[in-house]
């Protein structure tokens, strides 16, 4: 890992699980948010609740952001909680549309093990054309701290059959006519 990371960050890490797109624990400071620069990021998804912050963290990272020219979007994901598949549909897609326009994206959530990978298992198995356990698999391979609760797989699972049902199984977050 790379100096002058918090303790949190260092601890819990990232790791590069597709093309431009990583996925790992939130920044808590001016430094961790240094470090993303560094790594050329410059998009990135927040899944944290900002209950999940302490106190100071949130504000300290969002001020960090702005100086360093790194756009946020923020989509609250309970912590523990299921995934809703409205939700995972849009965090899913907003990644995928940032990837298209070739962004460097770092997708988070608490600790980058599960909202944050359940996610990027979307990305990946749409971009890859694999089904979603394949997708899954990928992406733990690449973190293997990465490991949605047995409920988000199931969650993400449904998004998937969904998908498929609706025929939006290869959608890449182009317009449709």
């Given amino acids: 890992m790379i100096a002058g990371m918090s303790q949190w960050f260092r601890s819990y890490g990232f790791a590069d699980v597709h093309k431009d797109l990583l996925i790992g624990a939130y920044p808590l400071d001016r430094e961790d948010v240094e470090v993303l620069?560094?790594?050329r990021?410059?998009?990135?998804?927040?899944?944290v609740q900002d209950s999940e912050y302490r106190p100071g963290d949130r504000e300290a990272?969002?001020?960090?952001?702005?100086?360093?020219g790194i756009e946020e979007q923020r989509q609250d994901l309970t912590d523990f909680g299921?995934?809703?598949?409205?939700?995972?549909?849009?965090?899913?897609?907003?990644?995928?549309?940032?990837?298209?326009?070739?962004?460097?994206?770092?997708?988070?959530?608490?600790?980058?093990?599960q909202r944050s990978a359940a996610v990027a298992a979307g990305?990946?198995?749409?971009?890859e054309h694999l089904d979603i356990d394949g997708a899954l698999d990928i992406v733990q391979l690449r973190k293997p701290s990465a490991d949605p609760l047995p409920h988000q797989r199931e969650d993400v699972k449904w998004w998937w059959e969904e998908r498929e049902r609706t025929g939006e199984r290869d959608h890449v977050g182009e317009s449709e006519p």
């Fill in 82 to 113: 299921g995934l809703p598949s409205m939700e995972l549909d849009a965090a899913v897609e907003l990644v995928l549309a940032w990837l298209e326009e070739g962004h460097r994206v770092y997708l988070h959530c608490r600790a980058g093990w």
């Fill in 61 to 68: 990272v969002h001020e960090a952001l702005a100086a360093a």
């Fill in 41 to 47: 990021v410059d998009r990135i998804l927040n899944l």
């Fill in 37 to 39: 620069g560094r790594l």
């Fill in 123 to 127: 990305v990946v198995a749409i971009r």
